[in-house]
């Protein structure tokens, strides 16, 4: 792998023949998110623990939750090469992952499958990592690890096709409304009301607050499921 280093981001190779970036804002969100699982969420939920494992177990989680999120942008990426779009690179940055292709959709076909490959690739991870916890249900610390990220994906995975700018669901509506109208501004201007009322800014709070655990904690006493 050959690593260069631009103004804030290190370029850290390629995966599929995309090149990743990461974003220095990245490591912060990683070190943030790592602090919450050992400080706050591992220990209100797994009581025994001793602190060395709260780190341990929590910085595997989140280095995995980041992997999660970069597959998830390797699968718009990947639909997208395979429609010949030019895929400049996938980056990961502060609020998540990006994946910048270099051309505006040809038609809504392609946009949909696009969109839609984000949220498909999430939804599996948390169906796959839900099947590591009950398969690994004897270990707490396995078990803990597993069904943290199957939570976090499909919450990623529900709260990504929330049909607002700049979420997937947002692009997913706008290729809907395109294939059905078969005008591409009506659509765009459609999709973009759709996802005003939904208001991104609110999205991104109840997004902060997951991310703090507070909506997770709201699960888990079952509140909300
Ligand atoms: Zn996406």
């Known amino acids: 792998m050959k690593t260069s280093f631009k103004k804030n981001q290190v370029r850290v190779g390629k995966l599929f023949g995309i090149p990743l970036t990461f974003d220095y804002s990245w490591f912060l969100v990683l ?8 400080g706050s969420y591992f220990p209100s939920e797994y009581k025994n ?9 929590g910085g595997i989680t989140s280095i995995l939750f980041f992997v999660s999120v970069l597959l ?12 010949n779009y030019k895929v400049k690179q996938v980056k990961l940055f502060i609020f998540g992952g990006i994946s910048e292709i ?24 948390a ?5 590591l916890a009950a398969l690994f249900k004897g270990n707490e610390y396995l078990y803990a690890l597993f069904h943290y990220l199957g939570l976090i994906n499909l919450f990623l995975g529900v709260f990504n096709i929330l049909p607002g700018f700049p979420l997937d669901g947002g692009r997913i509506l706008r ?5 059905r109208t078969k005008d591409f501004d009506k659509a765009n201007k459609l999709a973009a009301s759709v996802g005003r ?11 902060l607050e997951m991310m703090a655990g ?12």
């Open 102 to 125: 270099g051309e505006e959709p040809r038609n809504p076909k392609e946009e949909f499958l696009i969109s839609v490959a984000g949220p498909v690739v999430t939804f599996l991870l």
């Open 175 to 179: 290729a809907i409304i395109w294939a």
């Open 197 to 207: 009322i939904f208001g991104f800014f609110v999205i991104m709070i109840g997004f």
């Open 127 to 131: 169906g796959f990592f839900y099947g």
């Open 49 to 57: 623990w001793s602190k060395v494992y709260y780190w341990l177990i």
């Open 214 to 225: 507070f909506f997770i904690d709201g699960l888990d006493c079952g509140c909300l499921l």
């Open 31 to 38: 070190f943030f998110v790592t602090w919450i699982l050992a």
């Open 72 to 83: 998830h942008e390797i699968g718009h990426s990947l639909v997208a090469k395979k429609f």
